[in-house]
């Protein structure tokens, strides 16, 4: 016959803790899934806030660019808004233009006759530079030329000719903010990466480093638009769009764990 069977004070005492500690556990978990769920309409007005701001902030200073310079050249003068006008006509088609320039200097001559130096882009980097950095220097000569061309001398040609070189350097920071920074995340960006069309531009340019369809897409703002004239590119995009997020969530996770 078993004996009497005695708990201690101390161990009742831990008991009652122990349920406190699985309570305390199960608020925690309850507000971390509710916190969870809350997410992504954070992430989205991040993204918003951060595409207006990285658009805006792009646009004002093009703008402001062109403005200072027609103040700078005309030397109190009134200003020729028909000429500045131009000016702003040539800069956006100049920096829509980097992105079709762009995308047939990638495939014939960076996958062509200057693979020896791009090859080092498609290879692991081994410290904070490549080889392939070299064409970010050389696309920056002729937009130098034209700015300072543009800057210094008056006339409708100088004035379009510093709206080319505006344009250009527009395309440049976009493709150093998407490219380096987004995609190669050689540096932080922020929320940029939880814009949803960034996110399918990121994942374009990963199939193009797996060379599924033959290198497709060579461009990288509009590289989605060049999958989807692809056979099955865009179900291949679709797929490369989920991992992105499931890895951006794991370490969006991994990351929370370590902060606690």
């Known amino acids: 016959m078993p004996g009497p069977c005695f708990v201690s004070k101390d161990t009742n005492a831990q008991i009652v803790e122990g349920g406190k500690e699985s309570l305390e556990f199960a608020e925690t978990s309850r507000r971390s899934v509710v916190e969870r769920e809350e997410e992504p309409l954070s992430n989205k007005a991040k993204a918003l806030v951060a595409a207006l701001a990285w658009s805006l902030g792009i646009t004002g200073m093009a703008a402001a660019a062109i403005y200072y310079r ?15 006008l131009e000016t702003v006509l040539v800069a956006a088609g100049a920096a829509v233009g980097m992105e079709y320039w762009a995308r047939w200097v990638h495939r014939d001559f960076w996958h062509g006759s200057l693979w020896c130096i791009h090859e080092s882009h498609h290879r692991p980097r081994d410290g904070p530079f490549e080889m392939n950095d070299v064409f970010t220097i050389l696309n920056s000569v002729p937009a ?46 922020g929320p940029l990466g939880d814009i949803p069309y960034l996110r399918k531009v990121a994942a374009a340019h990963q199939i193009h480093h797996s060379d599924k369809f033959n290198g497709v897409p060579y461009g990288i703002l509009l590289g989605p638009m060049e999958l989807e004239k692809e056979e099955g590119g865009l179900e291949e995009l679709q797929k490369f769009v989920s991992r992105r997020k499931k890895v951006s969530i794991a370490l969006s996770e991994a990351k929370d764990k370590m902060l606690v």
């Open 144 to 189: 130098n030329v034209l700015l300072t061309y543009g800057l210094y001398c008056k006339g409708i040609v100088p004035s379009l000719c510093f709206g080319a070189g505006v344009g250009i350097t527009v395309g440049g920071i976009a493709y150093i903010l998407v490219h380096d920074g987004l995609i190669d995340r050689r540096f932080p960006v």
């Open 70 to 84: 027609f103040v700078f050249v005309m030397q109190g003068e009134e200003l020729p808004y028909t000429e500045m």
